[in-house]
C-alpha cells in the first residue's frame, strides 16, 4: 500500500509559478507515476505523467510547455513545476500511482487527497 500526500497549492496571479510536491510513503521508483486535476463541475483530466525512471514523460496539451514534472527518488518525491498558470488551471490537484503508462486515471492504483491550486486573473 502507497500513501500519496500533495502539498504546494495555494492561491496565485495569472503568471505566477507552482512547485507542487506529492510525497510516497515508501519507496517508489517502481510507479509510474501521473498528475491529474479536477475543477468543480468538471471531471477529473488528465495533466502528465512521469516514468518510473524519469526518462519519459508526457502531457496534456493544455500544460505542454508550461508544466515540467520530475522526480526524486531518493526522496521519493516527484515534483511538477507550473509556470505561466492560467486561470483555467484552477483545480484540485492530484497525485497517483500506477504500473502503466496511461493517461486515464483508471489505470491508477493509488491516489492523494489532492492539493488545491487556484489562480486568479
Known amino acids: 500500500q502507497v500513501q500519496l500526500v500533495e502539498s504546494g497549492g495555494g492561491l496565485v496571479q495569472a503568471g505566477d509559478s507552482l512547485r507542487l510536491s506529492c510525497t510516497a510513503s515508501?519507496?517508489?521508483?517502481?510507479?509510474?507515476m501521473g498528475w491529474f486535476r479536477q475543477a468543480p463541475g468538471k471531471e477529473r483530466e488528465f495533466v502528465g505523467i512521469i516514468s518510473s525512471g524519469g526518462d519519459y514523460t508526457d502531457y496534456a496539451d493544455s500544460v505542454k510547455g508550461r508544466f515540467t514534472i520530475s522526480r526524486g527518488t531518493a526522496e521519493n518525491r516527484v515534483y511538477p513545476q507550473m509556470n505561466g498558470l492560467q486561470s483555467e488551471d484552477t483545480a484540485m490537484y492530484y497525485c497517483?500511482?500506477?504500473?502503466?503508462?496511461?493517461?486515464?486515471?483508471?489505470?491508477?492504483?493509488?491516489w492523494g487527497q489532492g492539493t488545491q491550486v487556484t489562480v486568479s486573473s
Open positions: 515508501t519507496r517508489f521508483s517502481g510507479y509510474i
Open positions: 497517483a500511482a500506477g504500473w502503466v503508462s496511461s493517461r486515464s486515471a483508471s489505470a491508477y492504483a493509488y
